[in-house]
């Protein structure tokens, strides 16, 4: 079964430090998402990509977070400094063009103490 | 950024029992999918459903798409503890944006 990847499940981390979550989507998908997920909030998009090129970020706070596709198999969400109000469930998605669906990965649980 | 309510928020129900969750918008969606959400996990795509006044059936559950594809149901019959579980509507606009709604937690009762 092809399946999104993420790495990694967990991470722990003190505020003021960097955090890299990555992502594999499906082999031949060509949009990438990312959400963050809290109780408060639920799922919240943070940013979108299409063929690799951004298409909305506007979700993401730009001073600390970045994402980016360096090949298309590859997409990164950096926090940095991270912070403790940063502690959520970040999932990747990919999906097909046209067809709208989208196909989650199992997410990070990012705690910031 | 596009609001999807859903309600109830919450639902506790006996195995057996009929449900019915809501999702709302005042916008339109060019399409609208459910998806379904366990614990420890991402959301699991359940139907998408694309034509106004559309009804599509998945053993025991009925997804209906409103006329004018601004709101969507979620009926499952004769629930069961399977069916437990953060059941969540998402629209897609033009360009294949999609936003989540608010969310519907489902604990079916053995």
Known sequence: ??????????????????VTMR???????????WYRQTMM????????????????????PKDRFSAEMPDATLATLKIQPSEPRDSAVYFCASGPTGPEKLFFGSGTQLSVL | ????????????IQEGENLTVYCNSSSVFS??????????????????????GEVKKLKRLTFQFGDARKDSS????????GDTGLYLCAGAETGNQFYFGTGTSLTVIP
């Open chain 1, 1 to 18: 079964d092809a399946r999104v990847t993420q790495t990694p499940r967990h991470k722990v981390t003190e505020m003021g430090q960097e």
């Open chain 1, 23 to 33: 992502c594999q989507p499906i082999l031949g998908h060509n949009t990438v998402f």
């Open chain 1, 41 to 60: 909030q639920g799922l919240e998009l943070l940013a979108y990509f299409r063929n690799r090129a951004p298409l909305d970020d506007s979700g993401m």
């Open chain 2, 1 to 12: 950024t596009q609001l999807l309510e859903q309600s109830p928020q919450f639902l506790s």
């Open chain 2, 31 to 52: 399409s609208l999918q459910w998806y379904r959400q366990e614990p420890g996990e991402g959301p699991v795509l359940l139907v998408t459903v694309v034509t106004g």
């Open chain 2, 74 to 81: 979620l009926h499952i019959t004769a629930a069961q503890p």
